[in-house]
């Protein structure tokens, strides 16, 4: 694949919109969490607690599609991360430090948290906003005039609004307590069906098995129950060709709190444990993962020191966009993410101008800056360059929260110049700095799928091999990726519809024509 696709591709990422991505709940309960510690943080009169607490609030955005019982425990840990990775910032902060040792013990600190959370989110699976947001804390938090006598109240401030997050983002769970499990089948559902409406669509068939795993991992121990039952169903229709119609009807059931359909005749999958220790795994022996880290790492220390010595202000900006660009799981896909990023945060600087001019006072300040996070979190899920437009906003925003009145036409410079230093050192990291560990890991996955002999292990690893073609996905012009991989893929989906054929036996629906 060329360069010029990779740019076609960037460009036309603005047209596409991911429908259902996010819930209208998320995108609320987000911002709840947001302005609340904002507005008490404004009505104390101690605008420098203001960063501590919107990165405190922001564990929320993490563990959104896990149950509850699981969410809760994702966003604790990630209140940790976020509690240390402000501290870490706040302390490079208040190091009686001068010359360029003021600058580089910064860009060391920032490099540092970026590399441990691109490792760990990696590892752990998180998903979006994955590694970004502690990057942004710490970068913040270096910047801000503080004392040592501040660092109690900036712990206190973030560990408070993050446990204020967590709660908000579990409530549903008081009314609707198999929320997560639904949504999750439902979007596996989606997935299949549109699958199946396009035979011989590989990239579609990888979505739906990829979108049906995630699926299992979801029901964990409670895959026994009628959404385990469905869910099979949904796994035989893709992989066997049962009858689809079924679940045509279970979409109408599984918003709310309707009562389930009893599923179609079959075997009743045994649940699955949730998986543990993932990160002490992947420290043992995941190479792949470590490279991503290590790009990260150095794309956000490079870049601050050169925009520390361009003098540039807000030099952080600089390691947040290197960091959200290389967040992407391959070279290719960065090259994508880049300059959406970039032409995202032309288009927002002009929208953030705008509105900091309408923030006249705290309360229309404070209103625009939850209008904003609500637009990200509405908006990234479902299209990134349009949710760069709008994070582009409420950076600007909460900037000018935190230095009682920016100028508007520094903040503006700052953030072109930083962004673009950024992207441009995250694209050139990135294809610098060869993952060539990822595709070890992919003749791995698929030695793995070869040997495997029945349902669980093929549908478990056919993933395995799904995510580590996405890690080299795009980059066949600049890694040597395996031609057999699209053949091993295929193989094992007809070797698993012969199996899933043979469980339902004479018990299931009638079968439809194998896609």
């Known amino acids: 694949m060329t360069l010029r696709t990779h740019l076609l591709r960037a460009v036309r990422g603005w047209s596409r919109i991911t429908p259902g991505a996010h819930p209208w709940w998320a995108a609320g309960t987000a911002t709840l969490a947001l302005g609340l510690p904002l507005a008490a943080t404004m009505a104390a009169g101690v605008p ?23 969410r809760w425990r994702t966003q604790a840990w990630t209140g940790l991360g976020l509690v240390l990775a402000v501290l870490a910032g706040a302390t490079s902060a208040v190091l009686p430090l001068s010359g360029w040792a003021d600058v580089l013990v910064p860009a060391l600190v920032v490099a540092l948290v970026a590399a441990v959370a691109k490792f760990v989110t990696d ?44 709660a908000l983002s579990c409530a549903a769970g008081l009314w609707r307590p198999d929320g997560p499990e639904r949504q999750a089948v439902a979007r596996a559902v989606v997935s299949v069906l549109g699958a199946t409406t396009v035979p ?119 390691a947040v966009g290197a960091a959200a660009v290389l967040q992407s799981p391959s070279a290719g896909i960065t090259v994508q993410r880049g300059v959406q990023r970039g032409t995202g945060t032309v288009v927002g600087v002009l ?67 930083d962004t673009a230093l950024g992207v441009v050192a995250a694209v050139v990291v990135a294809l610098v700095v060869r993952n060539r560990s990822a595709v070890r890991a992919l003749d791995g996955a698929l030695a793995d799928l070869d040997a495997a002999q029945d349902v669980g292990a093929l549908r478990g690893r056919l993933v395995a091999v799904a995510e580590a073609r ?46």
């Open 48 to 70: 420098l607690l203001a960063a501590p607490a919107t990165f405190g609030a922001l564990a929320n955005l993490y563990g959104r599609h896990e149950t509850y019982a699981r």
């Open 123 to 166: 590892a752990v699976r998180t998903g979006p906003p994955a590694g970004l947001i502690p990057v942004f804390a710490a970068g913040t938090l270096s910047a801000e005039p503080l004392r040592t006598s501040d660092l109690p109240a900036v712990v206190a401030v973030t560990a408070a609004c993050a446990a204020l997050g967590v």
């Open 470 to 515: 996405a890690r080299v996905a795009d980059d066949d012009w600049r890694l040597p990726a395996p031609r057999a991989a699209a053949d091993g893929e295929q193989d094992a989906y007809r070797r698993l519809g012969d199996l899933l054929g043979a469980d339902r036996g004479d018990r299931g629906t009638p079968a439809g024509p194998r896609p």
């Open 351 to 417: 929208l953030a101008a705008g509105l900091v001019t309408l923030a006249t006072d705290d309360v229309r300040l404070w209103v625009l800056t939850l209008a904003c996070m609500f637009a990200v979190e509405f908006c990234m899920p479902r299209n990134y360059a349009l949710g760069t437009v709008a994070i582009t906003g409420l950076s600007l925003l909460l900037t000018r929260l935190g230095t009682s009145g920016a100028g508007l036409g520094g903040l503006v410079l700052d953030r072109l110049a």
């Open 200 to 318: 011989g669509d590989a990239t579609a068939r990888h979505r739906a098995t990829v979108a049906v795993h995630a699926a299992w991992d979801v029901l964990g121990p409670r895959a026994a129950g009628p959404l385990g039952g469905w869910l099979a169903h949904a796994e035989r229709v893709l992989h066997a060709g049962a009858a689809e119609r079924p679940l045509r009807l279970l979409l109408v059931a599984l918003p709310g709190r309707r009562p389930l359909p009893v599923p179609p005749a079959g075997p009743v999958p045994a649940p699955q444990p949730w998986p543990r220790r993932r990160v002490l795994g992947a420290l043992r022996g995941a190479g792949h993962l470590r490279v991503p880290a290590v790009r990260v790492g150095l794309a956000c220390a490079a870049v601050v020191l050169v925009a520390a010595a361009l003098g540039l202000g807000h030099v952080y900006w600089a």
